[in-house]
């Protein structure tokens, strides 16, 4: 079991910066994929980004490319999302999850997730 601990959320404005984080419990936590996703109210769950266990790999949807960056440092068993160029389409609850498997650039399948942080962009 992976519990995952999002934080970093909140209320900007639009044009600002946000950092998510993702703390990871267990020691597996450098062997898995590891993704964001959103949820706007009344919208479907949706893929905003993820990256391999390496760090080698990373996918973006395309509304998010060239705006944020995923890392991860699996020295503290943590991931990250960089938001820049916020807009107030990006307003959600963003979960981190563990992605089962990247086929073609798409999931296939989600382990875990996070219990959510909100991030409210204002225009």
Same mark, same amino acid.
């Given at each position: 079991q992976?519990? /995952?601990?999002?934080?970093?959320?909140g /209320?900007v %404005?639009?044009?600002g910066?946000?950092? /998510? =984080?993702?703390?990871? =419990?267990?020691r597996? @936590? =450098?062997?898995? +994929?590891?993704?964001w @996703?959103?949820?706007?109210r009344? !919208?479907?769950r949706e893929?905003v980004?993820?990256i391999? *266990?390496?760090?080698?790999?990373t996918y973006?949807?395309?509304?998010v !490319?060239?705006? @944020?960056?995923i890392?991860?440092d699996?020295?503290?068993n943590?991931?990250y999302? %960089?938001m820049?160029?916020? !807009?107030?389409?990006?307003?959600?609850?963003?979960?981190?999850?563990? #992605?089962e498997l #990247?086929?073609?650039? +798409?999931v296939?399948?989600v382990r875990y *997730?996070g219990q959510g942080? %909100?991030?409210?962009?204002s =225009?």
């Amino acid at each position: 079991q992976v519990q /995952l601990v999002e934080s970093g959320g909140g /209320l900007v %404005q639009a044009g600002g910066s946000l950092r /998510l =984080s993702c703390a990871a =419990s267990g020691r597996t @936590f =450098s062997s898995y +994929t590891m993704g964001w @996703f959103r949820q706007a109210r009344g !919208k479907e769950r949706e893929f905003v980004a993820a990256i391999t *266990w390496s760090g080698r790999s990373t996918y973006y949807a395309d509304s998010v !490319k060239g705006r @944020f960056t995923i890392s991860r440092d699996n020295a503290k068993n943590t991931v990250y999302l %960089q938001m820049n160029s916020l !807009k107030p389409e990006d307003t959600a609850v963003y979960y981190c999850a563990v #992605i089962e498997l #990247i086929l073609n650039g +798409t999931v296939r399948g989600v382990r875990y *997730w996070g219990q959510g942080t %909100q991030v409210t962009v204002s =225009s």
